[in-house]
């Protein structure tokens, strides 16, 4: 016996795009908010880049913990005396931006480097996370 | 005052050298502008660009150009977030003749430029001198 039950129908769909977004790996959703940043898997570590114009590395603050990075700070906007602000596009004001880092690390070995208002984090890979070649046997 | 043309965001195809630049290769950086009475003030976000990699200058029809080279190149790896593109920058602002473009000065620090126009000498407000 067939029995088409409209929402039962409905109910179904629904489960299958929860489904279908649920296979969607987390690095995808970003927030594009201040700092912008990549993320890159190079066999051995992963490599975090941020833009961060206009701040000094001392204003710059980088926490891991949890399996996420965390970059925060503040960004002054310039005093120029008593100016008048005639245009703002640069981003101002406190930031925080979470990125989840989706493989194990070794947290005690992050390393940073904050050039030119580019910021670069390398994250070593713990042993279990790194590729590993298997051979073959015959 | 200052008249502002904004370009659309363009990434970079390939610019060997800052002359060869233009809105159709590069970012338009964020920029701030500031008006303190003896200057206008550009303020410019351009990370990735290394002192001595930006040419400033301001032409006959008093339009101020800027150009930048950026250092930043894309690692190695497999990308897993890419929020931001590496690219050289380009941005032109109209000048009007209250500024004086013979001394226009530039400073860039830690990835952002800062542009400093002064106005002429004869349009800068003056402070009179009241003698009791």
Redesign the interface.
């Known amino acids: 016996m067939w029995d088409l039950d409209p929402f039962k129908e409905i109910e179904r769909m629904r489960r299958q795009m929860d489904e279908l977004f649920s296979r969607l790996p987390f690095y995808e959703r970003t927030s594009y908010q201040f700092p912008l940043v990549n993320l890159y898997d190079d066999k051995d570590d992963l490599l975090l880049t941020a833009e961060i114009p206009g701040l000094l590395k001392e204003d710059v603050n980088i926490q891991y913990n949890d399996g996420a990075l965390t970059i925060s700070g503040k960004r002054k906007a310039g005093a120029y005396g008593t100016s008048e602000l005639l245009r703002q596009e640069q981003p101002e004001g406190n930031f925080e931006k979470r990125v989840r880092i989706p493989v194990k690390i070794r947290d005690n070995e992050i390393r940073a480097k904050f050039e030119d208002g580019i910021l670069k984090v390398t994250l070593p890979k713990a042993e279990e996370a790194k590729p590993r070649q298997i051979t073959i046997e015959s | 005052?200052?008249e502002?043309s904004k370009r659309e965001q363009i990434p970079v195809e390939s610019a060997s050298a800052e002359q060869l630049i233009s809105p159709e290769n590069a970012f338009s950086p964020?920029?701030?502008?500031?008006?303190?009475?003896e200057a206008?003030?550009f303020?410019m976000?351009?990370?990735?660009?290394?002192k001595g990699d930006v040419t400033v200058e301001v032409d006959e029809n008093n339009v101020l150009t800027v150009r930048a080279k950026s250092?930043?190149s894309e690692?190695?790896?497999?990308?897993?977030?890419?929020?931001?593109d590496a690219g050289n920058y380009y941005r032109a602002f109209t000048l009007s003749n209250e500024f004086n473009k013979d001394t226009v000065s530039g400073k860039l620090e830690?990835?952002?430029l800062?542009v400093i126009v002064p106005r002429r000498e004869d349009v800068k407000p003056k402070k009179i001198q009241i003698n009791a």
């Open positions: 005052m200052a502002l964020d920029v701030n502008i500031y008006d303190n009475r206008l003030i303020s976000d351009m990370p990735g660009v290394r250092s930043f690692p190695e790896g497999k990308v897993l977030i890419h929020e931001f830690n990835g952002v800062e």
